[in-house]
Structure formats: structure tokens, C-alpha cells
């Protein structure tokens, strides 16, 4: 089955710019997206085809896509921006739908 | 503004079924622009992609679920279901429901763009 890897855990003080990666065999050929979720809440599209930020979103928030490696880039990270992040795409067929680990964002 | 928002028995004897309901507001089961999706968080761990499903009635599981997940929609109730069976304690979960935006590339791509807030279910 397919498999999407994340970092368990990144930490960042304020103001320094956290990244957050995910890797994976199809990334090459497949788009990423990247889901926020704060402790209690459901998740949330931060990032949508590699690098589209949905309204809303801050700009400190981008995504970049190379080879079979995927990175979430917070600039500027503000404690708010605590949060798990998922990284979710699909095997190179199209049929497996699959969440990364998560990443746990700690920002102090 | 699109909500969704998830119901259904929150406590399931083992080998049962669990059946829950995902209502949603502000847009419609029938649109030809979205799919519905369901997603479950064990406490503690990530996320899942269980399965969605489309107007026309298509649908696509999780092959690690397909054996025992069925997704059913409703559009005279605007709502679509999820149905679990021979439920066992590893289906304790968090269960999402969400609206799924989608765009035909070189694949077909799905995103969860809505999300509901979620219900407990434990099977004990």
C-alpha cells in the first residue's frame, strides 16, 4: 500500500520559518495537500496542488513540490500556527487516497 | 455558508454495524461539483480516508475498509451515510465527514475542502 512520510515533530521559536516535509514514491507525478488541525478541531486545507493557498489562508503559509518530497513552509511561524499537520495525496494509479503520519508543530 | 455536520450512535457493540449520517447545509448532495467524503481519527493518531461518493451514486473506498464500508446518499434528505460492518475496537474513532472539491488532470485529484466537526463513536 501506499505511503506518505512525515517528520514526527518540528519545532520553531516565533518569528523563525518552520518546514515540514513529506515523502513519497508518486510525489514526482501526483499533487500534495497540506491540513491544519488544532487540538479538538477538525482539520483544515492550508495547502491545495502543491502550492495553492485556499482564501483565508495567511501568506505565511506556502507548499513546494520536488522530486518525491513535498515541504510545507510556515515563515514567520506565530504561536497560533501550533498544530498538527497532514500531508495527503495519492499513489500514481489514482485509486489510494492516503493521509501522511502528521507532524506535530510546536512553536516557542 | 456550506456546513456539515455528523450523527449517529456514539457507542457500538463489537461485531455490529455502525451506521452514522452526515447532513449538510448550504449546498447540495446532487451537486455535479463535489464529491462527500468520510475520514476517521483514532484519539491520539492520524488521520484515515475511508471512502466518497458522488451524485451519480459512484463510489470509492479505502482498500484497507472496502470488504466493510458501504456509502449511500440521500438526496431527498440532503445527506449521505456511512455504513461500517463487524465493527471491532480498532474502529474507535473520531468520524469526519467533508466535502470533497475535485479536478480531472493527468489524474482525478479529491481534497476535503469542508469538513464537519466530527462525532465519537467507540466500539467497546
Known amino acids: 500500500s501506499y505511503e506518505l512520510t512525515q517528520p514526527p515533530s518540528v519545532s520553531v521559536s516565533p518569528g523563525q520559518t518552520a518546514r515540514i516535509t513529506c515523502s513519497g514514491d508518486?510525489?514526482?507525478?501526483?499533487?500534495v495537500y497540506w491540513y491544519q488541525q488544532k487540538s479538538g478541531q477538525a482539520p483544515v486545507l492550508v495547502i491545495y496542488?502543491?502550492?495553492n493557498r485556499p482564501s483565508g489562508i495567511p501568506e505565511r503559509f506556502s507548499g513546494s513540490s520536488s522530486g518525491t518530497m513535498a515541504t510545507l513552509t510556515v515563515s514567520g511561524a506565530q504561536v497560533e500556527d501550533e498544530a498538527d499537520y497532514y500531508c495527503?495525496?495519492?499513489?500514481?494509479?489514482?485509486?489510494?487516497?492516503?493521509f501522511g503520519g502528521g507532524t506535530k508543530l510546536t512553536v516557542l | 455558508q456550506v456546513q456539515l455536520q455528523e450523527s449517529g450512535p456514539g457507542l457500538v457493540k463489537p461485531s455490529q454495524t455502525l451506521t452514522l449520517t452526515c447532513t449538510v447545509s448550504?449546498?447540495?448532495?446532487?451537486?455535479?461539483?463535489?464529491?462527500w467524503s468520510w475520514i476517521r481519527q483514532p484519539a491520539g493518531k492520524g488521520l484515515e480516508w475511508i471512502g466518497r461518493?458522488?451524485?451519480?451514486?459512484?463510489?470509492d473506498y479505502n482498500p484497507s475498509l472496502e470488504s466493510r464500508v458501504t456509502i449511500s446518499l440521500d438526496a431527498s434528505k440532503n445527506q449521505f451515510s456511512l455504513r461500517l460492518t463487524s465493527v471491532a475496537a480498532a474502529d474507535t474513532a473520531v468520524y469526519y465527514c467533508?466535502?470533497?472539491?475535485?479536478?480531472?488532470?493527468?489524474?482525478?485529484?479529491?481534497?476535503?475542502?469542508?469538513w464537519g466537526k466530527g462525532t465519537r463513536v467507540t466500539v467497546s
Open positions: 467533508a466535502r470533497d472539491d475535485f479536478r480531472r488532470l493527468n489524474l482525478n485529484y479529491y481534497y476535503m475542502d469542508v
Open positions: 448550504g449546498d447540495s448532495v446532487s451537486s455535479r461539483s463535489y464529491y
Open positions: 461518493i458522488y451524485t451519480t451514486g459512484s463510489t
Open positions: 508518486a510525489l514526482p507525478k501526483t499533487y
Open positions: 496542488e502543491d502550492s
Open positions: 495527503y495525496s495519492t499513489d500514481s494509479s489514482g485509486n489510494q487516497w492516503v
